[in-house]
């Protein structure tokens, strides 16, 4: 079965689910149990680029943490394909994230659904329940442990969604596209 067929099995079972307002006491159990073990608290009065940092560390991922505890900035930002001017800004705490920079940042943190919605809330915005892309990257961010997906797997399955819908413009990818990177 292909990412594509699990993505979109998932955006309508999720769909089915919220518009039946579906969870049975098992599921609520289920998160009961589980939610207070993942959710990630940033210490309040914290810097935007400190939380990423934070979060960076909690990824453990050696590629983006020195040997002396700092973190390689210029790999972090490349593998979440954000820009050195923007990362810059978010540095030096000159801008309010666009929602596509915050969206290359939930899925390079590999951010769960909720700490998702989260890092969203903190500067006003939401995953749009009519929005394709939104969708999808739930999608994404739901299925991405079960079948070890990392940015580059994220981006190839925005690119073909951005190719399907390319005639409707209903879908425009947060990555650039291939013909933008020439």
């Known amino acids: 079965m292909s990412m594509i067929t699990l993505v979109e099995e998932y955006i309508n079972i999720m769909n089915y689910k919220r518009s039946r307002k579906f969870l049975n006491k098992y599921d609520m159990a289920v998160l009961d149990l589980i939610n207070p073990r993942i959710k ?3 210490p309040e009065q914290i810097s935007f680029y400190d939380q990423i940092i934070l979060r960076i560390k909690k990824m453990n991922e050696p590629r983006f943490i020195r040997k002396n505890g700092n973190i390689y900035d210029a790999r972090f930002y490349e593998y979440a394909r954000i820009d050195d001017a923007t990362w810059s800004d978010i540095k030096n705490d ?6 596509k920079t915050l969206l290359k940042l939930i899925i390079a943190l590999r951010l769960n659904h909720d700490e998702a919605e989260e890092m969203l809330k903190q500067f006003g915005k939401t ?4 929005d394709i892309q939104d969708q999808v990257i739930q999608a994404v961010i739901d299925l991405r442990e079960n079948y070890d997906l990392d940015v580059d797997d994220i981006e190839d ?7 399907m819908y390319k005639d409707k413009k209903y879908f425009e990818c947060i990555y650039q596209t291939r013909e933008m990177k020439l």
Do not use: D, H
């Open 40 to 42: 990630f608290e940033v």
């Open 157 to 163: 399955i925005l690119f073909r969604y951005q190719e």
């Open 94 to 99: 000159k801008v309010i994230p666009s929602k």
């Open 127 to 130: 995953f749009e329940t009519g």
